[in-house]
């Protein structure tokens, strides 16, 4: 496209400047008047001095003015022509003598057509030069169309491209033309930017991968420290001699050493939980027996009949809501935990029911903040991430955890998702 473009601004140069040069060619001095017919018309005047004939214009190809010995103008042919003598040798025109009964009575000055000639060679340079330059703008915008095309707009592109880049958006191609300067590079640009893509992408789900698998298992692992904790506590209740104890306090504080470094590396992932898998399955309400019994480690549990039917849950994610729940009401609460199950609106409502002094009216609505932990736990260790997590879980599942107040304690309800419910929606 550039080489044409050049060829054809060459061509426009070369055929102006041939243009130009034939103008110039043809153009030819103009011959001077005939001396033969300016001989007869003088003639002719000097014939017709002083008779009204002189005011007749002589037949021939030139025009004429007649001026009398003084100068002033008798007669003239035709209008516009000169009226002196002056005017006459301005304009390349010779006066001629009138010679009448020998004595000089004026001049007889024929028109010389150069002026006509000089206005037609200004008109046709004006035309030439006007023509000639409107092709050089013309060509001029064509190539700064073609500069705008292939140079200035492409070079834009890149220059979003590379921004984009910059801020690390690597969805936005470069699309590739090789009609310009920058076609080659174009290719290679994007190329870098999906390799980009595809690294950050891989980076990602790597990530992912590391953070569900900390967050998981440092989860899961509170559990089961929990529950070594708690046995401790009961064996320690019953130990006999002071070495027994000693063995069991330091059993205790390692296990608490672990709950308390597992609470820190879950802090580290806490932040990303969207990414933990919640994977939805169709289970028979059975299995809350089973859960419910994993849970009950210290046989504080008094479960009733939980009503058949199919719910939608992750039967892992639910373990560990189950077992939080478990675990705050035997640690705040210390008393028998009744559970009851009724199917109502779409969910199997399971509540568990402890017998303890439940929490300040006040405070309820701040339970499931991350971190927050009541004024009644201030005496027990704890993260504050409990009914967070719980919460956060069931919500994965598309149920629900809500606290209330009895009058005789504290009751946590788990709204769990029938199946049939979770097909309709």
């Known amino acids: 496209m550039f080489r044409k473009l050049l060829l054809a601004l060459m061509g426009a140069g070369l055929a102006a400047g041939m243009a130009l040069w034939a103008l110039l060619s043809n153009l030819e001095e103009p011959p001077p008047p005939d001396r033969i017919i300016v001989n007869a018309i003088v003639k002719q005047v000097e014939h017709n001095w002083g008779t009204l004939k002189l005011n007749e214009r002589i037949e021939g190809p030139y025009e004429y003015t ?81 500069l705008n095309r292939t140079v200035l707009r492409p070079f834009e592109a890149m220059q979003r491209f590379a921004r984009h880049i910059a801020r690390g958006e690597l969805d936005f191609p470069l699309t590739m033309d090789r009609n310009h300067l920058f076609g080659a590079f174009t290719e290679s640009f994007d190329m870098m930017r999906e390799e980009l893509a595809l690294s950050r992408r891989n980076e990602y789900l790597a990530n992912k991968s590391k953070k569900e698998l900390v967050a998981g298992l440092s989860h899961d692992i509170q559990t089961p420290v929990a529950s070594i904790k708690a046995i401790t506590e009961l064996m320690l209740a019953g130990a006999g001699d002071e070495k027994t104890k000693r063995k069991l306090h330091t059993l205790y504080s390692k296990a608490d050493q672990i709950d308390r470094l597992v609470t820190d590396m879950f802090h580290s992932t806490l932040e990303e939980l969207n990414e933990l ?39 892992i994610r639910l373990q560990q809501v189950v077992d939080n729940v478990v675990h705050n009401a035997r640690k705040y609460a210390g008393t028998a935990i009744d559970v009851t199950c009724l199917i109502r609106e779409g969910y199997l409502e399971a509540e568990f029911a402890d017998y303890g002094p439940g929490v300040p009216e006040e405070e309820l609505p701040l339970l499931f903040n991350k971190y927050y932990r009541g004024s009644l736990a201030a005496q027990q260790s704890g993260s504050g991430l409990g009914l967070y997590l719980s919460r956060h879980l069931m919500r994965r599942m598309r149920g629900e955890v809500e606290c209330a107040n009895r009058p005789d304690g504290f009751t946590v309800r788990l709204l769990i998702p029938l199946a049939g419910d979770l097909r309709n929606g």
């Open 66 to 146: 007649v001026l009398d010995s003084a100068g002033a103008v008798l007669f003239q042919s035709a209008a516009g022509l000169s009226g002196s003598v002056n005017e006459a040798l301005k304009y390349r025109e010779t006066p001629v003598d009138l010679i009448v009964d020998g004595q000089n009575r004026g001049k007889v000055i024929v028109h010389n057509d150069e002026r006509e000639v000089f206005k037609s060679w200004r008109r046709q340079f004006t035309v030439a030069g006007g023509i000639t330059v409107l092709l050089v703008l013309l060509l001029g915008l064509l190539y700064i169309c073609y």
């Open 277 to 315: 898998q919640v994977n939805v399955t169709e289970e028979h309400s059975g299995l809350l027996y089973e859960l419910i019994a994993n849970a009950d480690y210290s046989g504080v549990i008094s479960a009733g009949r939980v009503p058949e039917c199919l719910i939608a849950v992750d039967a």
